[in-house]
């Protein structure tokens, strides 16, 4: 049975493989941002992928892994000039991502967390966790 | 510049001074996440708390998308400028 997201690019995807810290979820970032450069995405594209990508990171350390430095992050990546793909899995027990409570409600505005995942669906084509909720699919379709 | 993570560091004193109103600048900020964005909201509540205006001003156009699209745009007086944002009436400093 194929995963959210999961497509004959996955043969073809790269991975990267980090330590559980926010200075290390880094690297995978100025590695798929080059790679965008190079395939002529626009400084638009470039902003968003380096924002979904940032939430992601950021979920899987902190709230996935719990800051556990004996964790890891694994991302998976393929980046092309009709579309990006990022995969990112954390050894966390996962989350239901339905449950996360809408950030843009009058009541949760002034919540000063909550809003990494509405940035990711908002800045990506498509966005999809697995079951267990411990590995996002994050696809950027280039429309420029 | 990417400060996402100092934000609240810069604005958590700064809303206990007393000063008029805090107006943040934001022309030379090039990125913002989730966690700057909580780092504003957090700087807000402690200005309001405190009786004290808040409110943004020129924020890049990618900036201005991310406030919009998580709609705090409804919590944030945003101003084309520092004297505009000096100017406006004082609506958002009291609870």
Known sequence: MSRPGETDETTQLKELIVENTLAAAKRPEEVILREMQAAGYSEEDIFGIKLALEEAMTNAVRHGNRNDPTKQVVVRFNVTPRKITIIVRDEGFGFQPNHVPDPTLPENIERPSGRGIMLMRAYMTHVAYSDRGNEVVMVKVNES | ?95
């Open chain 2, 1 to 95: 510049m990417d400060v996402s993570g100092r934000i609240l560091e810069c604005l958590a004193p700064l809303a206990a001074e007393p000063v008029e109103r805090i107006v943040v600048e934001m022309s030379e900020l090039e990125f913002i996440d989730s966690t700057g964005l909580g780092g504003l909201i957090a700087g807000y509540l402690k200005a309001r708390r405190n009786r004290r205006p808040f409110a943004l001003v020129n924020p890049r156009r990618a900036i201005y998308e991310v406030l919009e699209t998580t709609r705090l745009t409804r919590l944030f007086p945003v101003y084309p400028d520092v004297q505009a944002a000096i100017a406006a009436p004082d609506t958002h400093g009291a609870d």
